[in-house]
């Protein structure tokens, strides 16, 4: 089992940044990549940005830019720096650790950001 505790939600003005933590523990061996997703009212969830375990990382197109994702492995923590946030960014944004094949994925309870002003 891999627990997956997050923090750094909240509410920003249009234009402001948060930083999202996303703290992994347990059977973490068997995780090979960790990403964060979103999901807004009324929408389905979806891949906003992920990172390997060698550090490759990808982006959905709509926050390339302006969204940074990063892991210190020390910390079994992975971070989403979001800057320039826009009010289409609001949505519950979920931790993700991806299994090794044969192993399950793992997912956080979420944390809300809302961009308003």
């Known amino acids: 089992q891999v627990q997956l505790v997050e923090s750094g939600g909240g509410l920003v003005q249009p234009g402001g940044s948060l930083r999202l933590s996303c703290a992994a523990s347990?059977?973490?061996?068997?995780?090979?990549?960790m990403g964060w997703y979103r999901q807004a009212p009324g929408k389905q969830r979806e891949l906003v940005a992920a990172?390997?375990?060698?550090?490759?990382?990808n982006y959905a197109d709509s926050v390339k830019g302006r969204f940074t994702i990063s892991r210190d492995n020390a910390k079994n923590t992975v971070y989403l720096q979001m800057n320039s946030l826009k009010p289409e960014d609001t949505a519950v944004y979920y931790c993700?650790?991806?299994?090794?094949?044969?192993?399950?994925?793992?997912w956080g309870q979420g944390t809300q950001v809302t961009v308003s002003s």
């Open positions: 347990g059977s973490i061996f068997n995780i090979i990549a």
């Open positions: 990172i390997t375990n060698s550090g490759s990382t």
């Open positions: 993700n650790a991806e299994g090794a094949r044969y192993y399950p994925d793992y």
